[in-house]
């Protein structure tokens, strides 16, 4: 198991930029994949980025591309999300979540992503 705290949320206008962490513990984490996803309210959760054991794949939404860039740091155990030219749509909660796996399996297997932190609210305003 490994333990996710996100920190880095916060209200930005249209057009700004945010730096979302996650602070992880636990000697699961360097062999797995970690993601970041979101909801809104009123909606269902969604993949937002993954990124591989070591950091050499990472996986986008179509809709945050080229804006968000994911990343990790090992050896100080972090994930770290980028987010540039936010926009309102991006209004939403966003959590870490640690994967099973060693990277991305894609949108067919949610399973995959077993431990989760309580989430930061990003607020964009228009």
């Known amino acids: 198991q490994v333990q996710l705290v996100e920190s880095g949320g916060g209200l930005v206008q249209a057009g700004g930029s945010l730096r979302l962490s996650c602070a992880a513990s636990?000697?699961?984490?360097?062999?797995?994949?970690m993601g970041w996803f979101r909801q809104a309210p009123g909606k269902e959760r969604e993949f937002v980025a993954a990124?591989?054991?070591?950091?050499?794949?990472?996986h986008y939404k179509d809709s945050v591309g080229g804006r968000f860039t994911i990343s990790r740091d090992n050896t100080k155990e972090m994930v770290y999300l980028q987010m540039n030219s936010l926009k309102p749509e991006d209004t939403a909660v966003y959590y870490c979540?640690?994967?099973?796996?060693?990277?991305?399996?894609?949108?067919?297997?949610?399973?995959?992503?077993?431990?989760w932190g309580q989430g930061t609210q990003v607020t964009v305003s228009s």
């Open positions: 979540a640690a994967s099973r796996a060693s990277d991305y399996r894609g949108s067919g297997y949610p399973e995959d992503f077993t431990s």
């Open positions: 990124i591989s054991w070591s950091g050499g794949n990472m």
């Open positions: 636990g000697r699961t984490f360097r062999s797995s994949a």
